[in-house]
């Protein structure tokens, strides 16, 4: 670039057309702003548009090509997406063999090339041309596809999803005529479908790429790829998210969505840079999960009954508790598809928005903008809600807020990071709410964890120890029968397939909210709570697996503090 800013300079001054402190003064000026020297002598009036590709096309030896006498076949142009093609003001005109002839208002721009070069897998050849009519070739080609395609949807009774975060792909892993960094891709998301994973995550070292599968919440190994492919498959995937394929210092987050024979799942995409470069993790997202109801949640029947119960209540809140990865938001979507009606407004404040919910208003947290979980949940309560989901209480200013507004006539659901459901009572009056208030305003919750499930084709019989089962004072029925995990083709050779949550209802009554009031202890609302009915996690823990739906080596595990 320097090289070529010097040639044209040296033109510039060899024929008259400005002095060289001038130029130097400009030249600077550019540099500083991260800005091409030719735009700015035009932007300035120096040079015309047509006396700069001039000097551009004899230096370089780049022909100048006129778009407005040129037919774009708009199946080439659409090989560089839209968001590409106006970052850079590029237009793909011809492809031949593997090279791929492209109008380019700064053919000098190498990250431009490289990036075309990665996306496309072919050899990228230049041609010069004005950006205002590259700009209006775009304009054309983009907007008649997208018209295009929009009245294909309508005519089949489609929708079309606006949203550039979210594109929507229909996968063909089988086709042949894909470019290999697509198909490789292509490939790794049917394969993580198949497999069931809830995570895929992309590893760069200093010799290949690793990528693991989160299955069943175990991270189990794929495949590995070659170093040299690092660069096109980051920039594939950063395409499909809706990313900038230029930046590499910042993380960033974006998403899309798959569709495979009749399943349609949403992906979170997550990119860190590393000293070796960028590590992808991508969290699949699958709509199918939020219908299938409590009961294949791991909920036993008095829990769904306990849940209905408060979920039919028109105020008060409703919270589930646990770690990260408990499944706290695949309950609380479960929760608010139930409530999806077409006579309650529902509007979520979540950070971030992870499954659309068609009916239900859903508001993205930004702290960058001011629009923190307070202040968002303060402007939607204006909204005339019936039915309130805070994605998660962090501060004082947001439990507040949503404790008040269980009180005035919302339904709300929210989640608290706590190891068990008696101790959010305790969380929030430490978090400074009046006990009254959390008294008066909570009437559920709801612990949780999750645990793997047996396979029902390869599990074996066993008998646990007598000493174990004394240790946890369980006493089994005598229809009770416990497993161990086997091997088959239908859970990969795991013993395991799928996961299932253990589930602690807290359900407030008359002698817990005087507890609360009286400032009781964690451990004292514990006591009382047992005593009355309720079921701990290792119990139901406990329980399930007696019935044969998981292990007591599981439970014993995921419910180690207890």
């Known amino acids: 670039m320097s090289t070529m800013r010097k040639r044209l300079s040296d033109v510039l001054v060899a024929q008259r057309l400005m002095p060289p402190d001038q130029l130097e003064q400009l030249a600077r000026e550019a540099a500083k702003a991260g800005q091409n020297l030719g735009r700015l002598l035009i932007e300035r009036g120096v040079l015309t548009e047509e006396r700069f590709e001039e000097i551009l096309s004899k230096e370089l030896g780049i022909p100048v090509i006129s778009l407005a006498k040129y037919h774009i076949d ?323 200013e947001t439990a507040d807020i949503a404790m008040k507004a269980s009180l005035t006539g919302q339904l709300v659901l929210s989640t608290l990071h706590t190891n068990d459901a008696p101790s959010a009572v305790t969380r929030l009056v430490d978090m400074g709410i009046e006990p009254f208030l959390v008294a008066s305003s909570v009437s559920l919750i709801e612990a949780q964890r999750l645990v793997r499930r047996l396979c029902a084709k390869c599990r074996k019989p066993v008998t646990p120890p007598k000493p174990l089962l004394e240790e946890l004072e369980f006493t089994p029925g005598p229809e009770a029968t416990f497993y161990s995990p086997g091997s088959c083709r239908l859970c990969n050779n795991t013993g395991y397939k799928g996961r299932m949550g253990m589930i602690e209802v807290f359900e407030m009554d008359e002698g817990i909210r005087e507890l609360v009031v009286n400032q009781a202890t964690s451990w004292q609302i514990k006591d009382y709570a047992v005593r009355n009915g309720m079921v701990t996690l290792r119990r139901d823990g406990l329980q399930k697996a007696a019935m044969g739906m998981t292990t007591l080596e599981e439970v014993l595990m995921v419910t180690g503090e207890e």
Request: proline share 5%; charged share 25%; net charge negative.
């Open 74 to 396: 708009p199946a080439v142009a659409r090989l560089v997406p839209e968001r590409v093609a106006r970052q850079y003001t590029i237009i793909a005109l011809t492809k031949f063999a593997n090279r791929l002839v492209v109008a380019m208002a700064d053919p000098l721009d190498v990250l431009a090339l490289d990036d075309l070069k990665v996306l496309t897998q072919v050899a990228i050849d230049p041609v010069l041309s004005s950006p205002s009519e590259i700009l209006q070739a775009i304009d054309q080609v983009y907007t008649r596809a997208a018209q295009a395609e929009e009245s294909a949807n309508a005519a089949e009774g489609g929708a079309t999803d606006d949203t550039a975060m979210e594109t929507a792909l229909a996968l063909a892993a089988d086709r042949d005529d894909e470019a290999p960094t697509v198909r490789v891709i292509n490939l790794m998301i049917v394969e993580a479908m198949r497999r069931r994973a809830s995570d895929i995550h992309l590893e760069p070292s200093e010799s290949d790429i690793r990528i693991r599968y989160r299955v069943d919440g175990r991270l189990i190994e794929g495949h590995r790829l070659p170093k040299k492919v690092q660069s096109a498959v980051l920039s594939r995937i950063k395409i499909m998210s809706g990313l900038d394929i230029t930046e590499s210092r910042l993380p960033q987050d974006g998403r899309f969505r798959v569709r495979l024979e009749t399943r349609e799942v949403d992906f979170r995409v997550s990119v860190l840079p590393l000293t070796q470069g960028g590590k992808v993790v991508l969290r699949l997202l699958d709509r199918a999960n939020l219908s299938v109801g409590l009961e294949n949640l791991g909920f036993m029947p008095d829990s769904i009954r306990h849940f209905q119960q408060s979920v039919k209540r028109p105020f008060g809140m409703i919270l589930v508790t646990g770690p990260t990865g408990s499944g706290k938001s695949t309950t609380l979507y479960s929760i608010l598809n139930q409530l999806n009606d077409p006579r309650r407004n529902l509007i979520t404040i979540e950070d971030p928005v992870e499954y659309q919910l068609e009916g239900v208003t859903q508001v993205q947290v930004n702290a960058d903008v001011g629009m923190t979980f307070a202040s968002g949940l303060r402007a939607l309560l204006r909204q005339s809600p019936d039915v309130v989901m805070v994605g998660e209480i962090r501060d004082f």
